[in-house]
């Protein structure tokens, strides 16, 4: 399965936005699966963000982030996006991309096959 990687982090302020992106080794992964946002603060466990299906006509956001968190394909569904605005403090987190099987999105990580390394995000209050 091709390896996914994001980009896109950083350190920014309270309020401020940012662009992840996650990209696939062989430019295509996207549209065969289902890709999920989630992210890691230090101590917790991993928390579902956003998903997008294979066609990238349907997303998925977690009430948590539903408004400020948006997730989007490009239209060569060669990367996916999570587009973050108003950022809190409470968003520091490392980010990941990962891919599943197509279907009804899933919010469980177990369910997801193939993950990036992760992106920090780090906000300043």
């Known amino acids: 399965q091709a390896q996914l990687v994001e980009s896109g982090g950083g350190s920014v302020q309270a309020g401020d936005s940012l662009r992840l992106s996650c990209s696939a080794s062989?430019?295509?992964?996207?549209?065969?699966?289902?890709t999920g946002w989630f992210r890691q603060a230090p101590g917790k466990e991993r928390e579902f963000l956003a998903a997008i299906s294979r066609s990238g006509h349907s997303t998925y956001n977690d009430d948590s982030v539903k408004g400020r968190f948006t997730v989007s394909k490009d239209k060569f569904q060669s990367r996916v996006y999570l587009q973050m605005s108003n950022l809190k403090s409470e968003d520091t987190a490392v980010y990941y991309c990962?891919?599943?099987?197509?279907?009804?999105?899933?919010?469980?990580?177990?369910?997801?096959?193939?993950w990036g390394p992760g992106t920090q995000v780090t906000v300043s209050s």
């Open positions: 990962a891919c599943a099987q197509p279907g009804n999105p899933s919010r469980l990580t177990t369910s997801y096959d193939s």
């Open positions: 062989d430019g295509r992964t996207f549209m065969w699966y289902t």
